[in-house]
């Protein structure tokens, strides 16, 4: 069974510096998806960004980036000039068709609490 | 185009009794899962369904169970709730479920059981 782990319960950063959020994984797949979603006080699952196993370029999505590590099974998220509104619930996701005939069940880490301060 | 709706936003039960949660998909797409979220278990898997079959199912007991309509609606049903239901339950849509794609989720329905 897959297996996601955030061992970083929560982080706090100061408005416009860098924090890197920390993800491991288990798998016995080769060709596999990662997620990373936000969950802000208004309680709204947001994808922040998504990264494609086999391929070996991290994503980026503007201030968002991963440094993903295939080998180590892991998929950290780094958040460059941090924002009042990145403030929320952090939490990396991998879909697994759980025996079934789809990939429509996601596995979340236990999530990391994001702080931003001014 | 409308986002992924929950109804309602908030209820309160008591033990034993029986309760329906509603969600409407963003339009266009079949694929509707429900997610547990806890303070001490975090976000569970309860099911998926497409085109009004289940295709997947978590390790919930028989006492949740959910439906798809034609139009995508999806409800899931408590029943006999317990006082370890309590919880934010969400709801998310795709289009076809695939592992690359993007769930859109709910803002959820916040589940007191009393």
């Known amino acids: 069974a897959q297996t996601v782990t955030q061992s970083q319960p929560e982080m706090s950063v100061q408005e416009a510096e860098t924090v890197t959020l920390s993800c491991t994984y288990d798998t016995s797949e080769s060709n596999y998806y990662l997620f990373w979603y936000k969950q802000p006080p208004s309680r709204q699952m947001i994808l922040v960004i998504r990264?494609?196993?086999?391929?070996?370029q991290n994503a980026t999505e503007n201030r968002f980036s991963v440094n993903f590590q295939k080998a180590a099974k892991s998929f950290s998220l780094k958040i460059s000039d941090s924002q009042l509104g990145d403030t929320a619930m952090y939490f990396c996701a991998f879909p697994s068709n759980a025996g079934g005939t789809s990939y429509g069940k996601l596995t979340f880490g236990q999530g990391t609490i994001l702080t931003v301060h001014p | 185009k409308a986002g992924v709706t929950q109804t309602p936003r908030y209820l309160i039960k008591t033990r034993g009794q029986q309760v329906t949660l509603s969600c409407s998909p963003i339009?266009?797409?079949?694929?509707v899962s429900w997610y547990q979220q806890t303070p001490g278990q975090g976000l569970q898997f309860l099911f998926e369904?497409?085109?009004?079959?289940?295709?997947n199912k978590g390790n919930f007991p028989g006492r949740f169970s959910g439906r798809q309509f034609s139009n995508s609606r999806s409800e899931m049903n408590v029943s006999t709730l317990e006082l370890g239901d309590s919880a934010l339950y969400l709801c998310a849509s795709s289009f076809a479920g695939g592992r690359d794609e993007k769930l859109f989720f709910g803002s959820g329905t916040q589940l007191s059981v009393l």
């Open positions: 339009s266009g797409h079949r694929s």
């Open positions: 990264q494609e196993a086999y391929k070996q």
């Open positions: 369904y497409f085109s009004e079959t289940q295709r």
